[in-house]
C-alpha cells in the first residue's frame, strides 16, 4: 500500500503546476483525499479535500479560486491544479487518504500519507 505525490517544481509567480496523487495497492475512490503543504518552519495545513462522493470540495481561504482538486479513478489519481501561484505558496506538498476523517483538515484522522513533492513559486 502506497500514496505518491508528484508534479512539484519551480514556477513563476502567476504560473501553474498540477500535483498529481497516485496510489498503489488500494483504490482511492473509498478514500477521502486531502492536500496538505508545510512551508519552511510552518506547520503542516490543508489546503484542499475532497470526499469519497466527489460533491463539494474542500479549500482554504488562501486557495480558494486558484487550486482545484479532482480525480481520475481510471488512472486511480487525485489531482491538485494549482494556478495563478504565489511565492506564499511554497511549500512542500503532502496528499493523504482516510477512509472517514470528520473533516478534510484533521491530519490525525488520515491513514496514509505520501512522501512529499516540493513546490518553489519564485522569480
Known amino acids: 500500500v502506497q500514496l505518491q505525490a508528484s508534479g512539484g517544481g519551480l514556477v513563476q509567480p502567476g504560473g501553474s503546476l498540477r500535483l498529481s496523487c497516485a496510489a498503489s495497492g488500494f483504490t482511492l475512490d473509498y478514500y477521502t483525499i486531502g492536500w496538505f503543504r508545510q512551508a519552511p518552519g510552518k506547520e503542516r495545513v490543508g489546503v484542499s479535500g475532497i470526499s469519497r462522493s466527489g460533491g463539494s470540495p474542500f479549500y482554504a481561504d488562501s486557495v480558494k479560486g486558484r487550486f482545484t482538486i479532482s480525480r481520475d479513478s481510471a488512472k486511480n489519481v487525485v489531482y491538485l491544479q494549482m494556478n495563478s501561484l504565489k511565492p506564499e505558496d511554497t511549500a512542500v506538498y503532502y496528499c493523504?487518504?482516510?477512509?472517514?476523517?470528520?473533516?478534510?483538515?484533521?491530519?490525525?484522522?488520515?491513514?496514509?500519507w505520501g512522501q512529499g513533492t516540493q513546490v518553489t513559486v519564485s522569480s
Open positions: 493523504a487518504a482516510g477512509t472517514n476523517p470528520s473533516w478534510y483538515t484533521f491530519q490525525d484522522e488520515y491513514d496514509y
